[in-house]
């Protein structure tokens, strides 16, 4: 790892040392106390924690005194010798024989009993907590996972904008922003760009932000959240599903692989799931819902309680297909077989986390793309670029987009989603 300024060693770097070896380490106060006019800070940088142990005779008074003056997250230099010690938790400490703090820190806010909303405003201290780093470290597994299946898989990187000019996922959860004397709005999602890139690539992806003007207050609607979409040429509903499985079973494999420890650390059993998950239609997941007495009338979309029932029917992720054409956007292709539902399929989490992935089948006539378009009252000369896509070579294709966020809260056996992202934005909070 690269080094800066006088350290020597990270912490945990120190397991592999001799007593006596002399180190220069870096960090942040994580605790203090004091015995008997001995001060014992435990030091943590972003590799761990260590005991460092200050008194007089190995430093001289002063300094043993600014140590013991110094608070909570105060960032110090210490120098000091390896002492192997069995009964502290890492089976070393550090006898420091010099101790420089760097960064004052007077009354650190973040406390064990500080409240939810004050940990919210306070998100750019909170992320330094166990807790915190630990839940970002899993944020960090599922990201790297993901590019990383599309990437062994032949994926291609393909990003696009940010600011467009038409919405994907409808008009309702549109964030419009002024563009010069024109409006332009945040993407909802990348999915269109990636349809136009499969004509260069075939097997496209994306891993960037989408945003949703979600005024719905919920454990699991951010405002701004990271999107991981595919696209596929073609695919059609079952190669989706194929996909969007393989890529859901590689992250969590991975995040346990990589981050059980951190998992455990967050007291969070989680099996990644072995069997192939569920296929299930809307009309069998209402049939669920019913039972279980939630009232749902066909042509609904699936609410977050219905999904919640359904999930926890089941132990491993479920795919349920074929929604009522009138519950989704569109873009989906109607079922040849039975045009009043469409070929498309989300993925719900089990544990009564419901959705994490939604997709499908995309229109590829210009035709009957036009005729959705005309039916659901859009502007087709709104839409001309992705009507095009339909004009030059069309081929059946399929896609979906995986919710980051969602999929970490999962995972992490996180409440709420917002813990799930470093800075959370919702319809109350920007800030900071
Ligand atoms: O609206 S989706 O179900 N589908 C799409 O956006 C497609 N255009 C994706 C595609 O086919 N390329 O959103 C996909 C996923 C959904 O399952 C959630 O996991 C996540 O995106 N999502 C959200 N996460 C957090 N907050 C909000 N508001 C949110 N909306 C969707």
């Keep these: 790892m690269w080094k800066f300024g006088e350290r020597t060693h990270f912490i945990q770097e120190l397991q592999g040392l001799k007593e006596g070896d002399t180190v220069k380490i870096a960090g942040w106060i994580y605790r203090k106390s004091e015995l008997g006019g001995v001060v014992f800070l435990r030091l943590r940088d972003s590799t761990g924690v260590v005991q460092v142990v200050a008194k007089e005779g190995s430093m001289s008074k002063e300094e043993v005194e600014s140590a013991r003056q110094a608070d909570i997250e105060s960032s110090l230099l210490v ?45 750019h201290l909170h992320i330094r907590t166990t807790k915190m780093r630990n839940t970002l470290l899993i944020r960090k597994e599922v990201l790297r996972a993901a590019e990383e299946w599309f990437i062994k898989n032949g994926f291609v990187r393909f990003e696009g904008p940010t600011f467009v000019g038409t919405a994907v996922e409808g ?30 690539f075939e097997n496209v992806y994306t891993i960037q932000p989408s945003f949703r003007a979600e005024k719905s207050r919920t454990r699991r609607h951010l405002t701004e959240f990271w999107h991981a979409e595919a696209e596929m040429a073609w695919a059609d509903l079952n190669g989706m599903m194929d996909v969007a499985e393989s890529l859901t079973r590689y992250i969590s494999q991975k995040v346990v692989e990589r981050a059980g420890h951190i998992l455990e650390a967050l007291n969070r059993k989680f099996e990644p799931p072995d069997n192939r998950f569920p296929r299930i239609t809307y ?150």
């Design 171 to 200: 008009g309702a959860t549109l964030f419009e922003v002024p563009y010069f004397n024109k409006k332009a709005y945040l993407t909802q999602s990348s999915q269109f760009y990636l349809e136009a890139a499969i004509f260069a």
């Design 79 to 123: 120098e000091g010798r390896i002492r192997k010690d069995p009964r502290s938790p890492t089976g070393i400490e550090i006898l420091a024989s010099r101790i420089k703090v760097v960064g004052e820190s007077h009354d650190f806010p973040i406390k064990p009993d500080s409240g939810e909303e004050f940990l919210l405003d306070n998100r």
């Design 283 to 432: 009309d069998e997941a209402i049939e669920i819902a019913r039972k279980k007495e939630v009232s749902i009338e066909w042509g609904d979309d699936l609410g977050t309680e219905t999904e919640r029932v359904i999930s926890l029917e089941f132990d491993l992720p479920v795919f349920i297909t074929k929604y009522p054409k009138k519950a989704k956007a569109f873009y989906h292709k109607p079922d040849p077989k039975r045009p009043d539902v469409v070929l498309c399929a989300d993925l719900l989490a089990p544990e009564g986390i419901g959705e994490i992935i939604g997709g499908g089948q995309r229109i590829n006539s210009e035709e009957e793309l036009l005729m959705r378009l005309r039916e659901e009252n859009l502007n087709p000369s709104n839409y001309k670029w992705y009507l095009d896509l339909r004009k030059y070579g069309s081929v059946p294709h399929s896609g979906f987009g995986l919710g980051i966020e969602r999929t970490i809260r999962w995972i992490a056996g996180l409440p709420h989603i917002r813990n799930a992202i470093p800075f959370p934005r919702t319809p109350t909070r920007l800030y900071p």
